[in-house]
């Protein structure tokens, strides 16, 4: 690790690394994750704590495939009898998917092979990024260290746009860091254009704007000074607002939304989040399973101390600090979601920094250990260091093969079988149209999407015969209940005015059809 240190902070390292040995075992490594995120992208879509999400973008991808591939008007499922466009990030991923739906046939490994095409993106741009900030070795372990985090299976081959905005995310990484080094213009017009598209995949990503603020501040802050750094800023952020009150307009014109930017919901905190534990130890729940998959914490941590005792001249080092306080400020902004089950995908932003932190404490604790432990035990210890971190992700492999969506891939079953395609489906949810004392996206699209069905969702604070009777006066014809402990409010209206035809007793669902 001491090679680190001899290095001006921003001075272009080599590159070019040797192949050795334990390059070629980064490269199995790498191969065996994706092998493994090939064969859960033909998997089931039903792994839990994302099939909500996945579903709501495999939906769009549907759309866009069924109606026609207009890329501003994307459609969701639970728009009730309107059209569904809804206002959300700019849908690159499920557009694509849905462009490959029209040649190939509606498959949802397509979907979730462009994820793992924009992982492999995301890989590559990350290890161009590693072995300019660290030595060969800790670059070798950071990129193993990438590949076995849960985050690269889970978010790799999900049917969400997590991989997508990480790619351009670290392209913009990489690009900022050839900048920092070489100086060069098109580095930083490349950087822009980077940030642009990731605002645009996701409007969250627009935090690396503060990483990459705090890295020049630490590494080269006389730059601060160049006018031309401050108009790259600004055309970074032109196709993002301006695809933002498209979309806002989305929202005002058809009143869908999942919540970016004009209403519906709030991913911000509130003062009695920021002021309890809850939404800390969510968010440390979070980092330690699906991003360092727990063996990788004290790895990551040994590396932070190996780092600061080292990090005079440490290229690694501002890139680390700037990432911790970034992300420090993005985690507690938007804590009501990262620190809840409802938002772990928004940490998929820490891998890159997670990755490094530990590529520098596999070299540290070798330093640690013995000189005089022979090469065979050495390569043992590696095997063991490799298993360890690789066993978070494997658990998100074995439960990504269960085929079982629970009531509501039933309830979707259900539904398919006793309604014509072109009937519009009320679908009760638990959730409630406002939590912690904020507008709640509620809407439950599982069932909707797997039965390939359109109409409303109706939370758990709305089950009336007042709400459920607007729904039908619109032209709903069923009404679907998952969860059979709140149906009590609605059962007076409905032995009015609808028929039973499956239970929870005997068929795992309560469907009614709604009297004309």
Aim: hydrophobic share 50%; net charge positive; glycine share 10%.
């Amino acid at each position: 690790m001491h090679s680190v240190i001899d290095r001006g902070t921003v001075t272009p390292p080599p590159v070019r690394i040797r192949p050795d040995r334990l390059g070629r075992a980064a490269l199995v490594v790498l191969g065996v994750m994706t092998a493994l995120s090939v064969v859960r992208a033909f998997g089931p879509l039903t792994y839990p704590g994302d099939i909500w999400r996945q579903s709501d973008t495999a939906s769009i991808a549907r759309n866009y495939a069924e109606h026609g591939l207009n890329l501003f008007l994307p459609q969701i499922n639970w728009g009730g009898s309107g059209p569904g466009y809804v206002e959300m990030e700019l849908p690159i991923m499920p557009w694509i998917t849905g462009a490959l739906y029209t040649v190939f046939g509606e498959h949802e490994f397509l979907g979730r092979l462009v994820s793992l095409a924009f992982m492999l993106l995301a890989t590559w741009a990350f290890w161009g990024l590693a072995k300019r900030i660290l030595p060969p070795t800790a670059a070798r372990w950071a990129l193993i260290a990438w590949a076995v985090s849960p985050a690269f299976l889970r978010w790799g081959t999900a049917f969400m746009p997590e991989a997508t905005v990480l790619a351009f995310t670290m392209l913009a990484l990489l690009f900022f860091c050839r900048w920092l080094q070489e100086d060069r213009g098109r580095w930083l017009a490349a950087t822009a254009a980077a940030i642009s598209l990731a605002g645009l995949a996701k409007p969250t990503a627009l935090h690396v704007g503060l990483v990459m603020a705090l890295w020049l501040v630490f590494a080269a802050r006389d730059r601060l000074r160049r006018p031309t750094l401050y108009l790259a800023g600004l055309a970074a952020l032109v196709a993002p607002v301006l695809w933002l009150r498209h979309a806002a307009w989305i929202h005002e014109t058809y009143g869908n939304t999942f919540g970016v930017l004009s209403g519906g919901d709030s991913k911000f905190s509130t003062w009695q989040m920021l002021l309890g534990p809850d939404m800390y130890l969510g968010n440390l729940r979070s980092e330690v399973l699906f991003i360092y998959g727990v063996f990788g914490v004290p790895l990551a941590l040994l590396g932070v101390a190996w780092l600061w005792k080292h990090r005079r001249g440490a290229l690694a080092a501002p890139f680390l600090l700037a990432g911790a306080l970034g992300l420090g400020v993005y985690y507690l902004m938007l804590g009501r979601y990262s620190g809840s089950d409802m938002g772990i995908q928004y940490h998929v932003y820490s891998l890159p920094y997670a990755a490094i932190a530990v590529g520098i404490g596999v070299v540290g604790a070798r330093r640690l250990l013995p000189k005089r432990l022979g090469t065979r035990t050495l390569a043992a210890l590696g095997v063991v260091t490799v298993l360890a971190l690789s066993l978070q992700s494997l658990n998100v492999f074995r439960q990504s093969l269960n085929p079982d969506a629970g009531v509501l891939g039933t309830c979707a079953t259900q539904l398919a079988a006793v309604s014509a395609p072109e009937d519009l489906v009320v679908v009760g949810t638990d959730s409630t149209t406002t939590m912690d004392g904020v507008a709640n996206n509620f809407q439950e699209p599982v069932v909707l999407y797997r039965a390939d069905r359109y109409g409303w969702v109706l939370a758990a604070d709305q089950y009336t015969g007042h709400a459920l009777a607007a729904d039908a006066s619109q032209g709903a014809r069923w009404f679907v209940n998952p969860v059979p402990s709140q149906i009590a409010p609605l059962e007076p209206w409905l032995q009015e005015h609808a028929t039973q035809v499956r239970t929870a007793a005997a068929n795992g669902c309560d469907i009614w059809r709604l009297d004309r």
